[in-house]
Nanobody, 122 residues
Framework: QLVESGGGLVQAGGSLTLSCTGSGGTFSTYDMGWFRQAPGKEREFVAA????????YYRVSVKGRFIISRDHAKNMVYLHMNSLKPEDTAVYYCNAGASSSFLQSGFGSWSWGQGTQVTVSS
């Protein structure tokens, strides 16, 4: 089960760090990704990190502002979000995948969690 946390209300230009953990399973054998879904829109890929952590991937609109990281010892994945914009407002989810390309296609191998709400005010 995936559990996301760390969301909240922040002003434009602010920062938030999201966390993701998994109960009943380990992330160490998976690439991990973050996704988001804004009201009335489909869920979209945001960022991914390879299982070793050496490679990261971002959607164009967040590149240079968001950083994905992972901690194998804690079985955690993080999304550090800086210079937030109102268009970043969404529910954010994490998930695991056999490859980052799979995640970049918008898919996840685990059941989706509840997500964490991020609201950026202008």
């Amino acid at each position: 089960q995936l559990v996301e946390s760390g969301g909240g209300l922040v002003q434009a230009g602010g920062s938030l760090t999201l966390s993701c953990t998994g109960s009943g399973g380990t992330f160490s054998t998976y690439d991990m990704g973050w996704f988001r879904q804004a009201p009335g829109k489909e869920r979209e890929f945001v960022a991914a990190i390879s299982r070793g952590g050496a490679n990261t991937y971002y959607r164009v609109s967040v590149k240079g502002r968001f950083i994905i990281s992972r901690d194998h010892a804690k079985n955690m994945v993080y999304l550090h979000m800086n210079s937030l914009k109102p268009e970043d407002t969404a529910v954010y989810y994490c998930n695991a995948g056999a490859s980052s390309s799979f995640l970049q296609s918008g898919f996840g191998s685990w059941s989706w969690g509840q997500g964490t709400q991020v609201t950026v005010s202008s």
